[in-house]
């Protein structure tokens, strides 16, 4: 049998050492012998012994976060020996190998699949959402190991030394250090009073020293499963949402 389907980038890349890394830029392959967190539902295919365990998003506490903001990963544990393959619509993946000390905050529509190491909890993003139809919250990730992610197409990485702008849409995740907030993008005038609009009437500001990544695409957030859409919850839960969050 004779086709181009068969040539040598489209067949499985073979690792000695277990972990997760890229079949191709649309496709994630996990060898594994032991366990790791993954989207629920992100499966495509699997060989060897292999066993799906779901999680919700990852604890009680993350479980009512979750129910009130709308963010959150819904996950699974996958564990066993053999080699596990994940994808999102095929959306591009990318690894991130964080080590002590980072910590990434990042869309939970984004988050694929990451090492058991790390840990990960909802956080309210400081003074971002409220004049949008961003959420509210992302997820911060702490500890050391390695974190699949996806994006809408080819994404840029701008380095935050001067202030910065991101459509809250396209925003896929930054440096959890950075200080953020929000800027209205288009000014008030006669067309607005008009109701005529640009369409980009705010955008997250970001400070500090750090990263945005974003992609070339804008989500619709707010639908399915557990993304950033909490801006029309926000005033039905704040103040259940103080006593939980804590910070």
Not at 133 to 158: D, H, M, S
Not at 165 to 192: F, K, M
Not at 211 to 222: D, I, Y
């Amino acid at each position: 049998m004779r086709s181009e389907l068969f040539s040598a980038e489209n067949l499985e890349k073979e690792s000695a050492q277990p972990g997760l890394r890229l079949q191709n830029s649309k496709l994630l392959k996990a060898e594994l012998n032991g366990e790791f967190m993954a989207r629920q539902g992100a499966m495509v295919a699997y060989q060897g012994n292999v066993q799906f365990e779901a999680l919700g998003s990852g604890g009680l506490g993350k479980f009512i976060k979750q129910k009130l903001t709308g963010e959150g990963v819904p996950l699974m544990r996958v564990r066993g020996q053999g080699d596990v393959f994940l994808a999102d619509r095929a959306a591009d993946v990318h690894l991130i190998d964080l080590e002590q000390g980072d910590a990434l905050s990042i869309n939970g529509t984004n988050v694929l699949a990451f090492d058991s190491t790390l840990q990960y909890d909802v956080k309210m993003v400081g003074g971002a959402g409220m004049m949008s139809n961003a959420g509210l919250f992302n997820c911060v990730f702490t500890g050391y190991g390695r974190i699949a992610v996806t994006t809408k197409g080819t994404p840029v990485v701008l380095s935050v030394d001067q202030p910065t702008y991101v459509d809250p849409q396209a925003a896929i995740c930054w440096s959890a250090n950075l200080q953020t907030g929000y800027h209205r993008a288009e000014q008030l005038g006669l067309g607005t009073l008009l109701g005529r609009t640009t369409g980009e009437r705010y955008t997250m500001s970001f400070a500090g020293q750090g990263f945005v990544v974003v992609q070339p695409s804008e989500e619709f957030l707010g639908g399915g499963i557990g993304g950033a859409g909490a801006g029309q919850q926000s005033g039905q839960s704040g103040g259940l949402l103080g006593n939980i969050l804590g910070n």
